[in-house]
């Protein structure tokens, strides 16, 4: 959101009740016509609300704008407190609570992953592909990693990678300090999907920073 348009919303949400054009560009001093574009383009992204009045005489009718309800000052809004107060209540929440936020996990990775045609068999290399791509719109910045030792290159890209490694965590404010949760439901996520992909493969383990920059998913055979 620009300066000037976080200045008008400001007018906005500080007026005692609905203020037209003429008040907000007074308020802000700009000239209507550009107090009307950020106004009717806050409306538009759904932060204000727009009355028209009555016409009075000749002319346009007069527009009112007020904030929607709900709408928090500047549009600030503090998931992270939402999330450090889910998270605190998971804590001390049931017998293992570990348990319960890996399973939170596996059910939002079935959601998210998309669920494959009836009867048709996802290869490995299709699940992770998926996977990955699941990762990486969730901000993981997720790679493969092969460690299997084959080749001149001493690496055996045929059977896959062992493993995906995550380069960046999305949740980082809060898995520091509640690193037995967050990682668990980061798991889920990912067993979540290859589950309901159907996939020949399976996230075993998350160990959170295995390497210096990175924590490792390692994978294996579903069972073993």
């Not at 890209?157 to 980082?172: I, Q």
Request: net charge negative; aromatic share 4%.
């Amino acid at each position: 959101m620009s300066e000037r348009r976080e200045q008008i919303l400001e007018i906005v949400h500080r007026a005692i009740g609905p203020v037209d054009v003429a008040e907000v560009a007074r308020a802000a001093g700009v000239h209507p016509n550009t107090a009307r574009s950020h106004l009717d383009t806050l409306v538009t992204e759904g932060v204000l609300e727009c009355a028209t009045g009555v016409p009075a005489g000749r002319g346009r009718p007069r527009h009112t704008y007020r904030a929607r309800p709900g709408q928090s000052r500047g549009t600030a809004r503090r998931y992270r407190l939402l999330a450090e107060i889910l998270l605190s209540h998971l804590a001390l929440a049931g017998e293992d609570p570990a348990e319960e936020a890996t399973a939170a996990g596996r059910a939002w990775g079935t959601y998210l992953a998309p669920r494959p045609a009836p009867a048709r068999k996802v290869s490995s290399e299709a699940a992770l592909t998926q996977l990955l791509a699941m990762l990486d719109d969730l901000d993981f910045a997720p790679e493969p990693v092969y460690t299997r030792p084959d080749g001149i290159d001493g690496i055996d890209r045929a059977d896959g990678p062992d493993a995906v490694r995550l380069r960046h965590c999305p949740f980082l404010e809060l898995a520091d300090p509640h690193r037995d949760l967050v990682c668990r439901v980061h798991l889920g996520l990912m067993q979540g999907a290859l589950a309901e992909l159907k996939a020949p493969v399976s996230v075993m383990s998350l160990v959170p920073f295995e390497e210096p920059d990175a924590c490792l998913a390692h994978l294996a055979a579903p069972g073993k």
